[in-house]
């Protein structure tokens, strides 16, 4: 581990504990170059299956690209940062628990539409238009009209 400071490689681990949320450790060292301390962090390299584009193309998964959708739909609606990390992650662990190696963008698209689902209509149908790519207003209301009429089913349920 090269010391931030110097560069130097040497160093020694003065502290070790678990973080916070469990996912790591957290290690106290000192750099033996500088006398400098400095914290480094020990995760479990989790592997995710490759993600398997529209247009064929593979890339490696990556948690950004959701939580930059998500948030996205979110703008400006009564949703909490903390709300949206819970919801990525739920979308994110979905994808770890895939059984194969590689997962259709499809497939992480309709997780992403199923949790705004249930969190906010309008992050739900802003993400839905820009996902599903509506050709025209038609579409658009076809897909309001959908989560109307799934919205009121609901409540007649729970009558």
């Given amino acids: ?26 290690r106290r060292r000192e750099c ?9 962090y ?4 989790e592997v995710l299956p490759m993600v398997v ?6 890339e490696p998964f990556d948690r950004s690209k959701i939580q930059v959708g998500i948030k996205k739909a979110c703008e400006k609606r009564p949703i909490s940062v903390d709300v949206i990390e819970d919801v990525v992650g739920r979308v994110e662990q979905a ?20 949790e705004l689902h249930d969190l906010d209509e309008v992050a739900y149908v802003r993400f839905a238009s820009v996902y599903r790519q509506f050709r025209d207003a038609n579409e ?5 009209e959908d989560l109307r009429k799934k919205k009121t089913g609901s409540l007649k349920m729970d009558s």
């Fill in 1 to 26: 581990m090269k010391c931030p400071f110097c560069s130097y490689v040497e160093n020694r681990v003065i502290d070790s504990r678990i973080s916070k949320d469990g996912n790591a450790i957290r």
């Fill in 42 to 45: 020990e995760f479990v390299e």
């Fill in 53 to 58: 584009k529209k247009d064929g193309r593979r």
């Fill in 95 to 114: 994808c770890r628990d895939y059984p194969d190696k590689e997962i259709p963008s499809a497939v992480i698209g309709e997780r992403v539409m199923a």
């Fill in 32 to 40: 033996a170059g500088c006398g400098k301390r400095f914290t480094t």
């Fill in 140 to 144: 658009f209301l076809e897909e309001l």
